[in-house]
């Protein structure tokens, strides 16, 4: 045999050693892994933007927003505890990093199926593995996935995501590992019944009365609910225990100097009995942030007792004897506490809570994560924050979109005059 044949015969041995090496690796590789969520374990939904929510909206697990400020709809919405809403705070700023790591190992993870067009999922069963869409997917009715606990499902999506009413998501797939990426927004329609983890890069819309299994977790944009349940539970441990909450948003989120922004505080309660606070809810307020001139201090906690917040001051206090009304895991019992606060200093003030704050006869308030709380933003202002105009005021929010337009209207006329300056000139010579 040649010397030239040898060389062939041993580079070509050489080769399929390579490939059946290999064949392993990329068969491990092939069934889709679950991304880690990290610090975003414990979030049913996390916001980019904003968080808005209307009707009775209930989550089960944490709340979050960032970088955004502004968490709209808390109550009626509720986060059962001992879930917490993150308004701008650390713990969701670490959420939001670890959504964006667990985004990209979707991402990155290699396709055993498609990549297809644009689909409409409904009335199929697809096997456990990674599913990649060039475009849109659609679900319009029902969609099984069947398979055992540590079976994982990721459907890498081009486009957006949406479902029609009523569709639904079924199977003995395991939630925890179904995952979603999608590479723009994310739509339930009203009385979608969904399952799994949606990571969506822009926003994610629930229409009434839509539902999830598993997190909604939108990176840059939006997270908008209408009489919803999230539910990351299932994930987490199962539902949790009954017992007591405590959450509080401000509302705007951000306001210029002197401005005034509203605390509002929800003390949850999931006991089937009503629980009364053994001691006084006290909550400070961080330094710089005090209680409003006219502070509107109000509860609609039961009993008797009425809550103070002295102007100026840094403490609203809710005194022991109240009463947050019973309910259930999924219908919680609520009451609020809520103080206009305002400050002078530019600046971002953080207004935390902590485990046991709140004391009554159905337990103390746990977290899931913490510190939880809530961020006001005070950004500086040149003018007052209303201006009199023809006997009315024209509010800040109004000038900075009327600003604009004046200046546009203001160059024209000077434009318009030299025009007529110069036409003038030329008509004398």
């Known amino acids: 045999m040649s010397v030239r044949r040898i060389l062939s015969v041993s580079l070509t041995v050489l080769m399929l050693a390579a490939l059946l090496f290999l064949l392993p690796l990329t068969h491990v590789n092939a069934l889709g892994t679950a991304p880690s969520l990290g610090a975003a374990a414990n979030y049913a939904v996390m916001g980019g933007s904003t968080v808005t929510n209307t009707g009775n909206t209930v989550i089960l697990g944490d709340l979050g927003l960032s970088p955004g400020t502004s968490i ?22 670490n959420a939001q990093d670890a959504i964006t790591s667990a985004y990209n190992a979707l991402v990155s993870q290699p396709c ?5 067009g644009p689909t409409d999922l409904a009335g199929t069963a697809p096997a456990h593995g990674v599913w990649c869409y060039s475009s849109s997917v659609m679900l319009s009715g029902v969609l099984t996935l069947t398979g055992i606990a540590t079976d994982v499902w990721v459907f890498k999506i081009g486009s957006s995501l949406t479902t029609g009413p009523g569709a639904s998501v079924v199977g003995t797939g395991n939630s925890c590992n179904i995952f979603w990426q999608v590479t723009s927004s994310a739509t339930l329609d009203t009385t979608t019944v969904f399952r799994g983890y949606i990571l969506a890069l822009q926003s994610i819309t629930l229409n009434n009365g839509a539902s999830d299994e598993g997190g909604l977790f939108a990176r840059n ?4 609910l209408i009489n919803n349940k999230v539910d990351s539970s299932v994930c987490t441990g199962g539902p949790p225990a009954a017992g007591v909450g405590v959450n509080k948003i401000f509302s705007p989120a951000s306001i210029g100097q002197g401005g005034v922004s509203t605390l509002i505080i929800t003390l949850t309660n999931t006991n089937a009995l009503a629980a009364t606070l053994t001691s006084s809810f006290i909550d400070t307020l961080p330094s710089g942030l005090v209680i409003a001139p006219t502070p509107n201090v109000a509860s609609s906690c039961g009993g008797a007792g009425a809550p103070t917040a002295t102007p100026g001051g840094s403490t609203v206090t809710l005194p022991a004897g109240r009463s947050i009304p019973g309910g259930g895991i999924l219908t919680p019992g609520f009451c609020t506490l809520t103080v206009d606060v305002t ?5 971002t003030y953080f207004n935390a809570l902590g485990p046991g704050i709140l004391q009554t006869t159905g337990g103390n308030n746990l977290l899931l994560t913490g510190p939880a709380g809530a961020a006001l933003t005070v950004y500086q202002t040149i003018f007052p924050q209303s201006i009199p105009v023809g006997g009315e005021m024209l509010t800040m929010s109004t000038f900075r979109v009327v600003l604009p337009w004046l200046v546009l209207l203001m160059a024209l006329g000077i434009v318009a005059v030299q025009t007529l300056i110069i036409k003038r000139r030329k008509t004398i010579n």
Request: charged fraction near 5%.
């Open 112 to 116: 055993d199926f498609g990549p297809f």
């Open 343 to 347: 400050a002078t200093a530019v600046g």
């Open 72 to 93: 709209t709809g808390f109550p009626p919405g509720i986060v059962v505890p001992p879930g917490a809403i993150h308004q701008t705070d650390t713990p969701a700023a």
């Open 221 to 224: 944009g939006a997270a908008t």
